[in-house]
């Protein structure tokens, strides 16, 4: 049962373009929002993260936007630049029971062509 | 500074071997865990640790064991290695969760015969 379900799976941009990946959650507990960024053969890193007080977090060309009454929140890259091309992960934590339990969604793969 | 460091990176084993994987963090973190990445299932928690002595469960932790005798180092155990279990496995640590990044290591990609 996969708590966080992520789409696309894969997603192709042109440079310049925005591309946008989306999360949608069960857990009403969940109460903390982050996105992880992979490149081949290395490990995720955390790109931006987000709390269900704010719709929305902007860090550089990087924007979530959460809404919290249809559990979904997605990722907006601006601008996109070949050098974003990697696998894009949500995941999301909180409650009593899942706090200390960072789940992730099943990834996107993009690819910026220049 | 090295950060979270995983060994090997890559190991191949036979059905029903018995192999650990090693994890150490220089960061003083309290948290630490195992996450193991296979395509179109993302990352999944297999266990975690939120300091020394203590450790839980995840998502998938059947076949897994793990202890954590220091705060440094974190080892996951296969006790009788199944194919099922071919992936490649991810530790992270953390100075808090639930809100405090976790720092990944570069992984370590696990065949099974």
């Known amino acids: 049962q996969q708590q966080v379900k992520q789409s696309p799976q894969s997603l192709i941009v042109q440079k310049g373009g925005i591309s946008i990946i989306n999360c949608a959650y069960e857990n009403t507990a969940f109460d903390y929002f982050p996105w992880y960024q992979q490149f081949p053969g290395k490990g995720p890193a955390l790109l931006i993260a987000?709390?269900?007080?704010?719709s929305e977090k902007k860090e550089g060309r990087f924007t979530i936007s959460f809404n919290k009454s249809a559990k979904q929140f997605s990722l907006h890259i601006m601008d996109s630049q070949p050098g974003d091309s990697a696998t894009y992960f949500c995941a999301a934590s909180g409650g009593i029971q899942g706090a200390q339990k960072l789940v992730f969604g099943q990834g996107t793969r993009l690819t910026i062509n220049p | 500074n090295a950060g979270v460091t995983q060994t090997p990176k890559f190991q191949v084993l036979k059905t029903g071997q018995s192999m650990t994987l090693q994890c150490a963090q220089d960061m003083n973190h309290e948290y630490m865990s195992w996450y193991r990445q296979d395509p179109g299932m993302g990352l999944r928690l297999i266990h975690y640790?939120?300091?020394?002595?203590?450790?839980d469960q995840g998502e998938v932790p059947n076949g897994y064991n793990v202890s954590r005798s220091t705060t440094e180092d974190f080892p996951l155990r296969l006790l009788s290695a199944a194919p099922s279990q071919t992936s490649v496995y991810f530790c992270?640590?953390?100075?808090?969760?639930?809100?405090?990044?976790?720092?990944f290591g570069e992984g370590s990609r696990l065949t099974v015969l």
């Open positions: 640790s939120v300091g020394a002595g203590i450790t």
């Open positions: 992270a640590s953390s100075y808090w969760l639930p809100t405090g990044e976790l720092f």
């Open positions: 987000i709390r269900p007080d704010v």
